[in-house]
């Protein structure tokens, strides 16, 4: 074999400067990120202002400590349902009218549900912020939902699900999978709601969960942009302050997973499939319930092992065997009792699920039993480093980023040593969370397989 001296060399070039760069990284650790405030109003409101003095502009957002996995049984999607619902109106608005109010003064709005959280968010220039927040108070408190827009947002999300779930073979298999990963966890649950739950729920329903979960005292206000936290706290006190506070809630306790004991595996067949995928989860904690250091060095483990062109997995079956046209992976870590490890690959014509199989097998089993080098460790954190500081240039990722962290309970310390943690595991940290975490038993594999339309010609007879 000749050996390439020249392309050696300016690859252990790149790896000293990478190695160099991770060491000053580590020596110097300047706080990154713009200084947040937090302050808490009587009435039990979270308070976090992130200043952003570049554009006359603000991002505010209302984040509810509640979810998808939070509901009743028998009543999947009454989360996303009321998310729905709260663009109905008010005394003072009417239905529809909200997003409306918002676009014609130059801003715009949305909102989110998840698994865990459920938020509200606009951005507007400076001088709206106080009109944002009184529409959002106003609704927080007096919401007014009347018989026929509850049918006809019904009929609504039932047109989401259809489009977005039953009409997308690999949606279909995605909410398979989850629904097998989670034996006993509400997760396994879709956020949007089984169909035959969905149709049924109705305005009791979401008056129920409206007034359970959507109060003061249950919820995070997010205002970055161009204000202070002096600004912040007086518009609070004055449109958020006098709404009441709601029940005292008990803090969130779902019920868990029980041991995993063996494999399972989900195949769906489908015309409209438009090629050959093998999908694989594995049950892990997450950020917010993993053991001390586990989930930061899981993070750089599927960025190493699976995620984009540069990983293990990619340059094996893609780039030396060509085994497969594309593959992935990576680590979903915001739930708060739950994650999940995933990974795909998309066979090239001709070559088995069984053979991609066992390839990615062999791909984790080489981690599981070498581990990864300091090179490979490097060039992982340093991306992910560079993702969060990037992020710090984003109004409105910044929002989503503190919001989302303290609404599943995280600290604002949490968020901002993110870093920090990241740079303090080792390649043997790696090692050992693959030999922990990466338990066919605690795993769910499906493939998507695409099958021909039947045809039949039809003759007549004479």
């Not at 074999?1 to 990284?25: E, I, N, P, R």
């Not at 739950?197 to 161009?226: S, T, W």
């Amino acid at each position: 074999m000749k050996l390439d001296w020249k392309g050696l060399g300016h690859y252990f070039f790149f790896g000293l400067v990478v190695l160099f760069m991770t060491s000053v990284a580590l020596k110097a650790e300047p706080k990154q990120g713009p200084d947040v405030t937090y302050f808490k109003l009587e009435n039990g409101l979270d308070v976090v202002v992130i200043p952003d003095r570049r554009a006359p502009v603000v991002t505010h957002m209302v984040w509810y400590r509640v979810g998808a996995a939070d509901e009743l049984p028998g009543v999947s999607g009454i989360a996303h349902f009321l998310e729905h619902l709260m663009f109905k109106g008010t005394e003072k608005i009417a239905p529809g009218e909200f997003s409306k109010i918002i676009a014609r003064h130059g801003g715009e709005d949305n909102a989110f549900t998840s698994q865990d959280v459920t938020a509200y968010f606009q951005r507007v220039a400076k001088d709206k912020l106080p009109m944002v927040m009184e529409m959002e108070a106003d609704r927080m408190a007096n919401l007014k939902l009347l018989e026929k827009d509850v049918l006809t947002e019904r009929d609504v999300i039932l047109e989401e699900r259809r489009s977005r779930i039953e009409n997308s073979p690999s949606s279909i298999l995605s909410e398979q999978l989850g629904a097998s990963l989670y034996k006993n966890h509400p997760y396994g649950i879709p956020v949007i709601g089984w169909m035959h739950e969905m149709a049924v729920l109705n305005r009791q329903n979401a008056l129920d969960h409206y007034n359970k979960y959507y109060a003061p005292n249950n919820a995070i206000l997010v205002v970055a942009g161009d204000v202070s936290s002096d600004e912040v706290r007086t518009l609070a006190e004055k449109y958020y302050g006098p709404i009441a506070k709601g029940p005292e809630l008990e803090p969130r306790k779902r019920q868990l997973e029980p041991p995993s004991v063996a494999p399972r595996r989900i195949t769906h067949k489908d015309e409209r499939a438009g090629k050959l995928t093998l999908q694989r989860l594995y049950l892990v904690p997450s950020y917010k319930s993993a053991p001390k250091g586990d989930s930061e060095a899981l993070e750089l483990l599927m960025k190493i092992a699976a995620e984009g062109t540069t990983s293990r997995l990619y340059k094996k079956l893609v780039i030396e065997d060509k085994l497969a046209s594309s593959t992935g992976g990576g680590y979903s870590a915001s739930g708060m009792e739950y994650g999940n490890l995933y990974l795909y690959a998309m066979p090239q014509s001709g070559v088995s699920i069984d053979k991609i199989e066992a390839a990615i097998d062999d791909v984790l089993a080489d981690i599981v039993a070498n581990g990864v080098s300091e090179l490979e460790l490097a060039r992982a954190r340093n991306s992910y480093i560079a993702d969060y500081i990037y992020g710090n240039d984003s109004q409105s990722g910044l929002a989503r980023r503190y919001g989302f962290a303290l609404a599943t309970g995280w600290s604002i310390q949490d968020i901002e040593s993110y870093p920090t943690r990241l740079k303090a595991v080792t390649p043997e940290d790696i090692q050992q969370v693959a030999g922990k975490y990466l338990d066919l038993k605690a795993s769910v594999t499906g493939v998507l397989q695409p099958i021909l339309k039947q045809t039949a010609e039809v003759k007549g007879t004479q």
